[in-house]
């Protein structure tokens, strides 16, 4: 199929959109594809849209642009890469019951069965069907394309206060660190220490900040994501990750520590130091994945009468909630993106996040893309 505008099929209230569309891949080797294919149609329970904003994530590098070392959940099948999609919905299948054309949505990027004990919790991400389990960019089609497939049930209304580019930072970012903070509940009686303040852990720094937290310490090894962590204002303080950091965060608080901490570094170090400059009773969330962790139990942990949390992605619920926040909060989760590009440019983008001298990096359509 030609991409030209004699294949433009017209959609009541709607524009019209193409029959065929561009789609980006990731076969490996740090290479993007690009191809064309014919726009799906949805089936039953199903919208598709006009993919507005589709962001970049950590775990796209982790496990499947230099090499496919995922498995399970995060096992790469060959589909349409990208898990983080915001956009309008142009055409709805049979049986959908809350959303229409022309809404403005995210996708919650993994679709359960709906049914088992996880599901019903909210959290997709942990749904124990072997079956209908399958995330968007890993399992199935995800939202590096012009226009992509989604379950109604995995759609999340974006108010329009908010942009496409905000919503996208919502689908995974966000959610995964706004979960992590209710889970050690961040307010405004605390300091709070984030380790790696790449684009999770510069949203859990924004987050950190809207729930009222007085002193912010971000830990980091490249000196771009330190200078954007001072120049949103979204730390108060940033450290060079080295072996003095437990000292240094101690200095900060009068000696005892952070009440609060946030691993998104994965790194053995960094999490040790998040462990160990949070003080007595405090509260620590390891949101990075993959590495490991050194701590002595006793002196590190136990004695101290600390806990800590894995927490792994968030709810449909907690998104909704969020996004609404947001609003509430005038917080925009788009700021932290620093790069936008077009799908044609797929493959400048991904070089670009695995080179980690970038805030988040987008590919963007129509409105979006302008907003530059
Ligand atoms: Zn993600
Ligand atoms: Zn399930």
Redesign the pocket.
């Known amino acids: 199929m030609m991409w030209n505008s004699t294949t433009l099929r017209k959609v009541e209230g709607m524009a019209a959109y193409r029959q065929s569309m561009r789609a980006a891949f990731l076969p490996g080797n740090d290479k993007v594809e690009l191809r064309t294919l014919p726009v799906p149609r949805p089936g039953h329970g199903e919208v598709l849209l006009r993919v507005k904003a589709s962001t970049i994530c950590g775990s796209d590098m982790r496990c499947i642009y230099h090499q496919h070392l995922g498995r399970g959940p995060e096992g790469y099948q060959g589909v349409i890469a990208g898990h983080e999609p915001s956009g309008q919905i142009v055409e709805v299948g049979p049986g959908c019951r809350r959303f229409d054309v022309g809404h403005r949505v995210l996708v919650y990027h993994i679709s ?5 004990n ?2 019903r919790r909210g959290y ?1 991400i942990s ?3 072997e079956k ?2 399958r995330a968007y960019g890993w399992q199935r089609d995800g939202g590096m394309a012009d226009y992509m497939i989604a379950e109604e049930k995995d759609l999340i209304a974006l108010p329009d206060e908010l942009s496409y580019a905000d919503g996208a930072q919502v689908a995974c970012g966000f959610g995964t660190v706004y979960e992590a903070i209710e889970k050690i509940g961040v307010n405004g009686d605390h300091s709070v220490l984030i380790t790696g303040l790449g684009p999770v852990g510069l949203a859990a720094a924004a987050l950190c900040r809207k729930r009222g937290a007085q002193i912010i310490i971000g830990i980091e090894v490249v000196a771009e994501r330190l200078r954007l962590a001072v120049s949103l204002n979204l730390c108060d303080f940033v450290l060079n990750a080295d072996s003095d950091n437990v000292a240094q965060v101690r200095d900060l608080t009068r000696g005892f520590g952070v009440e609060r901490a946030i691993d998104c570094s994965a790194n053995a170090a960094a999490r040790s130091t998040a462990i160990r400059a949070t003080r007595k009773w405090g509260k620590i969330a390891f949101v990075g994945e993959g590495g490991t962790v050194e701590f002595n139990p006793s002196p590190d942990m136990i004695h101290d009468q600390k806990s800590i949390y894995g927490s792994w992605v968030t709810t449909t619920w907690l998104m909704e909630e969020l996004v609404e926040r947001l609003v509430r909060w005038n917080l925009h989760p788009a700021e932290i993106i620093t790069h936008r590009f077009s799908l044609e440019d797929a493959a400048q983008a991904y070089a670009l996040m695995a080179s980690g001298r970038c805030g988040k990096v987008a590919i963007c359509a129509d409105e979006e893309l302008t907003l530059k």
Do not use: A
């Not at 359960?112 to 088992?116: A, E, I, L, P």
């Open positions: 359960g069965c709906g049914v088992c996880d599901c997709m749904c124990t069907s209908y389990r």
